[in-house]
């Protein structure tokens, strides 16, 4: 039986601060939940991209990538979602998800598959809705 | 040694059996078995790695990295892209699949009768005598006490209320402890996958099993089957492990899913107009209720409620479904703070799914970055998909629901019963539609006539000697009923009939 595996760590990984900053506003928590930016993101997006296959690692980054530049579609500001008030920030990040063009909203769609995948099995989100936490995915198979 | 999981880049492994098997999902692992039963020596050769009960993830993100091929990321190349979803183990999608058993219809045989010159009545007989002993190989059951969640307990009450047939589901598990964690791989080990029987008795009765085993390519010796090779990949990194050659005496069964046997005939040069043709799918897609009273989904089995009324007459099937949390953050609209009010309300949600049977077509190839599956619903069975819709929303009001979230692109976020025509308006677009592909069919359709298919109605590939197809993908037509069983009970005739081919 193999065991899983540490996720190696850069110290600048701009992929990773996109996918990041796409993800954190997506959910920023409400009044009762917490937020992802509040539940070791960083670690999750990390290891996210070191484990994902080709095609869902190029469909995360691209897009994360059309959540930060798409502000101009939503807010009509032309500036990089991350540089937003918060509150521009959260109409973007509601706006994208049911914007009038198919590969914009799709686009949102991911990023917040991406954010359900982190945050749904979070134990502090689970507690709080009543749900009973994940144990560890253990990663192992059958070796002979 | 039986079992041979990823090896270093080395010794090449080199076997030789009686048959060979692709892919040991509801076809490869049926098929397996029925041979080895048959008292030949068979080799079952897996991309996926087997994992057992202990091995499972409990998380979505851990189900789609270790179950899944290429992390769930495979979508239709269409109008909409839309998930096409699969499993990558030993035990195939049985592993990921929520067991649900259903028999064959009788028209199914009738139609690929009419339309294929296959099957008919011999073939619904004997399938319906397979399917009578798979049932309680694999301890087919009715969910009972805490399989039947509230979730499911609300959809039987709506569906009373209108006045339509609908039951606790009928599935593959045995003694179903409610846990709502089918689609992640049951780790209580209850539902019956076929890497908890079928396998392991083809183990024991002499077989071979290669797990980490993605075949590159049938050995055609002339038109003959005469085994496959490839090389071990490693479940985690994906890197290249030992190359594999395993020669088959009598022949190769194929079954390596709806979506990849075409690609692997292909790509062993065998050249058919009909390859990857004559896809089809049963689309789904949901509708969340909104209760007063915590609903908690995830209690009870993962599909305790289901319905067969309107398969004939309006063209889908109807099922509960236990959404996880971490899935449920993409069907609801919205983003940033309104999405995190939504999902305070989880608890109070009931999610409902419709499988549409589809009579689109579309075709798998090769692509760049895997396979390629083309696919669009057309406008009538946009209609079905509508239709089932409405009829969900209904259901989730007569059994009480405040709202009904749709999901669906221009309507508002949540509806309440006055609002109803919003969705019976609802746009036809499938851009408009969330909705996945997890039954699939076709791609190496059977057919009398090889200009128009791919293997004849024994499920022998046109042409060519000692190579099988035994998963959905013969199938040439949808089916309007969850797969598993008519796929089991298929690949066994097709073994059985193999067997009785064979010279000694
Ligand atoms: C989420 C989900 C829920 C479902 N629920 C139900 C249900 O409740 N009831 C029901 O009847 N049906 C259900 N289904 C459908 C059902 O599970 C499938 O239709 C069925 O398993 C398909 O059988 P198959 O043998 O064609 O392919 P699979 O079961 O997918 O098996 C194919 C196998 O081949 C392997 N493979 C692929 N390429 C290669 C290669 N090159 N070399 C070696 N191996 C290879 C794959 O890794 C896989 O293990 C569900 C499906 C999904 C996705
Ligand atoms: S609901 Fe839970 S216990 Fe029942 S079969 Fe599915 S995973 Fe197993």
């Not at chain 1, 689970?126 to 144990?135: K, Q, T």
Request: aromatic fraction near 6%; glycine fraction near 10%; include cysteine.
């Amino acid at each position: 039986m193999e065991r899983a595996h540490t996720i190696p760590h850069r110290r600048l990984d701009p992929t990773a601060a996109v996918v990041r900053s796409a993800v954190r506003a997506m959910m920023p928590g409400s009044s009762t939940l917490p937020g992802c930016g509040e539940l070791e993101l960083d670690a999750f997006v990390r290891r996210l991209l070191h484990e994902a296959s080709w095609p869902m690692w190029l469909a995360t980054t691209a897009s994360s990538l059309a959540f930060v530049l798409t502000p101009p579609l939503t807010v009509y500001l032309p500036l990089p979602s991350f540089l937003l008030p918060a509150s521009l920030l959260d109409r973007h990040a509601d706006r994208m998800s049911g914007h009038a063009l198919y590969p914009v909203r799709q686009a949102a769609m991911m990023v917040k598959t991406v954010m359900g995948m982190h945050w749904g099995a979070h134990p502090r989100v689970r507690e709080a809705l009543a749900l009973p936490p994940y144990p560890e995915d253990p990663g192992t198979w059958r070796t002979h | 040694m039986s079992h041979h999981a990823f090896r270093e880049p080395g010794d090449p492994l080199e076997l030789e059996v009686d048959w060979i098997v692709v892919g040991s999902g509801a076809g490869g692992a049926s098929a397996a078995v029925a041979l080895a039963r048959g008292g030949a020596r068979v080799a079952v050769v897996e991309a996926g790695a087997w994992r057992d009960p202990e091995h499972y993830p409990s998380s979505a993100y851990g189900g789609a990295r270790d179950l899944m091929p290429a992390f769930g990321g495979l979508a239709t190349a269409g109008r909409a892209q839309w998930p096409v979803v699969q499993g990558e183990a030993v035990g195939g999608t049985t592993v990921i699949n929520s067991a649900i058993c259903v028999r064959t219809p009788g028209d199914v045989f009738v139609r690929w009768a009419a339309e294929h010159g296959v099957g008919g009545g011999p073939m619904a007989e004997r399938i319906g005598a397979i399917q009578d002993a798979l049932e309680v190989e694999l301890h087919a059951s009715r969910a009972t006490g805490r399989a039947v969640g509230r979730s499911d307990v609300l959809a039987l009450r709506g569906a009373a209320a209108l006045g339509y047939d609908s039951h606790p589901t009928r599935r593959f598990v045995e003694d179903c402890a409610g846990s709502g964690q089918c689609l992640q791989g049951c780790r209580a080990g209850r539902k019956q996958s076929l890497n908890l029987n079928f396998i392991p008795e083809t183990l024991e009765r002499g077989g071979v099993v290669l797990s980490c085993a993605p075949v590159a390519r049938i050995v055609l010796e002339g038109n003959r089957a005469a085994g496959v090779r490839g090389r071990f990949r490693h479940p985690r990194t994906r890197r290249a492990g030992a190359s594999f050659q395993v020669r088959a005496r009598h022949g190769v069964f194929v079954a390596a899913s709806a979506i990849q046997s075409p690609l692997l005939l292909r790509r062993s040069g065998i050249r058919n107009r009909s390859l990857g043709r004559q896809f089809h799918a049963h689309p789904g897609t949901g509708l969340f209720g909104w209760y007063d009273d915590p609903v908690d989904m995830h209690i009870g089995a993962t599909q305790g409620w289901s319905s067969l009324a309107h398969r004939d007459t309006g063209g889908f099937k109807l099922e509960s479904l236990s959404i996880p949390l971490e899935l449920v953050a993409g069907r609801l609209k919205g983003g940033g703070a309104v999405l995190a009010e939504r999902l305070e309300d989880f608890r109070h949600l009931a999610m409902w799914v419709m499988a549409v049977k589809a009579e689109s077509v579309g075709s798998i190839h090769p692509g760049p970055l895997g396979p390629l599956v083309r696919y669009t619903l057309d406008r009538a069975d946009m209609v079905k998909m509508r239709t089932a819709a409405v009829l969900l929303a209904q259901t989730h009001f007569a059994a009480g629901a405040r709202w009904v979230i749709p999901g669906i692109h221009g309507l508002p976020y949540k509806i309440d019963a006055d609002a109803l025509h919003t969705i019976e308006d609802a746009p036809l677009d499938p851009r408009a539609w969330v909705a996945v592909l997890s039954h699939l069919f076709g791609g190496c359709p059977m057919g009398a006539d090889p200009a128009r298919s791919v293997c004849d109605g024994e499920g022998r590939v046109h042409g060519h000697q000692g190579l099988w197809i035994a998963d959905a993908s013969q199938i040439p037509t949808n089916l309007g009923v969850n797969p598993q069983h008519t796929i089991m009970a298929l690949a066994r005739l097709r073994a059985e009939t193999a067997l009785s081919r064979a010279t000694p």
